[in-house]
Nanobody, 117 residues
Framework: QVQLVESGGGVVQPGGSLRLSCSAS????????IGWFPHAPGKEREGVSC??????YYASSVKGRFTISRDNAKNTVALQMNRLKPEDTAVYYC????????????WGQGTQVPVSS
C-alpha cells in the first residue's frame, strides 16, 4: 500500500523547536522531490521547504530557522523547525512528487503544529 505519513507535530511555545518526519511506505523517497506545505487557517497551503536529490529550497519566511533533510535508509524526510513563531502555526503536509513518472504524486494526512504560549 502506497502511503505517506507525517509525524512529530504538537503544541510548542514561541521560540521552541519541533522535528517533523515524513515516512513513506510502498515506494522509495529517493526518486521523489519532497516538500513541506503548511496550511494555516484562512490561508492558502504553500510550500516552505523542498528537497530534490541533495538540493534544498527554503521560503524566505523560514530560511535560517528550518532545515530539511532525508534519510534514505529509513525512507524518511525530516523538517527541523527552530525558533518557531506564532505565524508558523499550521497543519503541515508532506508531498512527494516523482522525478521520473509524471502524475506520481502523494500527500500525507498532515500533522498539526500550534505555536502558542
Amino acid at each position: 500500500q502506497v502511503q505517506l505519513v507525517e509525524s512529530g507535530g504538537g503544541v510548542v511555545q514561541p521560540g521552541g523547536s519541533l522535528r517533523l518526519s515524513c515516512s513513506a511506505s510502498g515506494f522509495t523517497l529517493d526518486y521523489y522531490a519532497i516538500g513541506w506545505f503548511p496550511h494555516a487557517p484562512g490561508k492558502e497551503r504553500e510550500g516552505v521547504s523542498c528537497i530534490k536529490n541533495t538540493s534544498t529550497y527554503y521560503a524566505s519566511s523560514v530560511k535560517g530557522r528550518f532545515t530539511i533533510s532525508r534519510d534514505n535508509a529509513k525512507n524518511t524526510v525530516a523538517l527541523q523547525m527552530n525558533r518557531l513563531k506564532p505565524e508558523d502555526t499550521a497543519v503541515y503536509y508532506c508531498n512527494a512528487n516523482s522525478l521520473f513518472m509524471a502524475g506520481s504524486n502523494f500527500w500525507g494526512q498532515g500533522t498539526q503544529v500550534p505555536v502558542s504560549s
